[in-house]
DNA sequence: CTGAAAGCGCTAACAA
DNA sequence: TTGTTAGCGCTTTCAG
């Protein structure tokens, strides 16, 4: 089936191209009849409008997505960012583009930068709900008004949002599990340290863990698990207590991102090597503690992968009508000492992110 | 700064639009000195080409990429193909077009196939060189004739041909001998089961493995390294030899695909789960044996991704300019038990096979 | 209700 | 060496 366009269609009806786009586009001023006719020829040839043109004709883009993440720099969320930008980028010429609001922080001042997206004429929001609760009305009536929103990274599943990417926590907790247990022996006691249990993302992470450690590590049991937050000195100082509580702790999962205070706890200990560790995501400054084995493995969400996926499920489903899934969960990456040198997440990256990260051509993942 | 085009360009410069393009495109027929002027201007007012409006202008590219890769199917280049497919699939409103002229098995026909797709009019050359020696003319020819060649899975390193995308062998091997160092006691020892030496690919993994297993495994030894070639009956002999011979063995890498036999030979000797076993690659028969802890891990080189990869490697030249890279290494995925049903590859999918790849949207994998 | 025609910004073929 | 012009497929405005 060849391309045809408005013309053809045009020509098949024996109309003006002026009434075919009045037809295409439910315009007023046109009969029923011939809108009929119209669009079921139009069907039968298969039309597809060509992007480009619309969008040079209209003087805009086309398709317009709006993206709502956070800004932080050197972090997982710039490489989300980037893995949505870097992808947009190949669609340009499509007539695809992107109007980006990021917020400061995960969840600061979200429900306005939100509304604010919504305000523009998009087609589709991608974004990263840090407060669930609070944008659940926003996203519900961005459906209502035929606008996709595409969680990524983190869910508000109570909402009425399409699609969720993202890896699926309770299978990283399993995989850290498994890892875990399969290089213990027997009846080794490990604990998990993990951020606030509220959140879903830490709660599930937690539970695959607990539930499957015993079936990795015969008789292995979890001996404990501590709830650090964000700060530093906080997780340092009860990684602490809780090594010098269990002396007898073979293993630790860590469950956030925020790793390195249990590194230097158990290298202050003399541990390193010593304690299994596993923890999650990937950032520079964990690169010494992989290579002193401190950390043993690390398990990565892949951000960048996260942000390119949403975006083609997006265009996927603008320009190929493709139906949107309403989840799709990415394998998470398991980073050992050898492999590191493959990630450039632990490069200290400089300035022209985006522009080496487009080089940076692909994370893709099995669904 | 508001936007400029070429018309705003050439009204500064005094002169057309036709110069400006020209100047703007490194085109023959204008003078130097315009041309650098032109250029200046554009440099200053920030000029951005209309993407829309080029693709529009340019018509369907009409770009033509063939590839060459054997159509066994159910199998490791089954997947490469329909990551090839999948992502061209995407680019079809791009003009882009795939020549797919397979060959029956690797290497089987290669030289005639690759000769008849190169009479076709293509501007690049997707393949997996079975026989790369005898390639090479074909290749360089490719080459000189301006046709773009990607190696995928396998190199022809001796070739000019443009890239290479596949995962490293060494790399894969050192991972293999990490995993394996780490689960394992000091002093271990452990045996290699790989295919021809001769090849490339099976002699690098080997290395890889042999040269970092005892950094991972203290005082670990590898005993042996058991050249086992595609012949299923060989491989159960073989392995079972090997096993007899050494009963202290803890660990077997295989670094060749054909690991079916090796875990029939495992099981017989009731050491399922005793000796550490870690493979390559991931098909439906191995489902089982990752269930009976019989494969410990797999070391997935992701066809899938590969495929992907390859063809947006191929585009972004195409179509964006973007340099070719001499080559493209993507990191091998760990596959464990836990991850397993993530992994599409060990479900025996039926026929509609593209069509289901094409909305396993992504297989990224970084730089 | 329908048709005709003018552009959108750029490329490419042809003139000068 | 440079200028001119005809589209690319679509939207939009203005006449019928």
Redesign the pocket.
Known sequence: MK?V???EI?RLA?????????A??GR????????RRILEIAERVG????LA??A????QAAVQIGVCIPREIHNYFDQLRNGILAEAHRFEPLGIEILYHPTERLGENERERVAQVLREDIQVLILTPGNPQQLIPLINEAEQSNIRVICVDTDASQSARSTMVGVDAGMSGRLAAELMGKFLRPRSEVAVITGMLQTEDHRNKTEGFRLFFPRYCANGQVTAIVEAHDDDAEGFQKCSALLKKHPSLKGLYVSTANCLPVCRAIRSFGLAGKVRLITTDLFPGMAPFFDDGTIFASIHGRPFAQGQISLRLAVDHLLHQHPLPSSYFLTPQVVMHSTLPMFSEIRESSASEIKSSSLRLADLEQV
């Open positions: 391309k366009g408005i013309h045009a024996q109309v003006s191209i002026g009434t075919v786009d009045r295409l586009h007023k001023r046109i009969s029923e009849t011939t809108r039309y597809k409008p060509n043109a619309r040079l004709s209209q003087g």
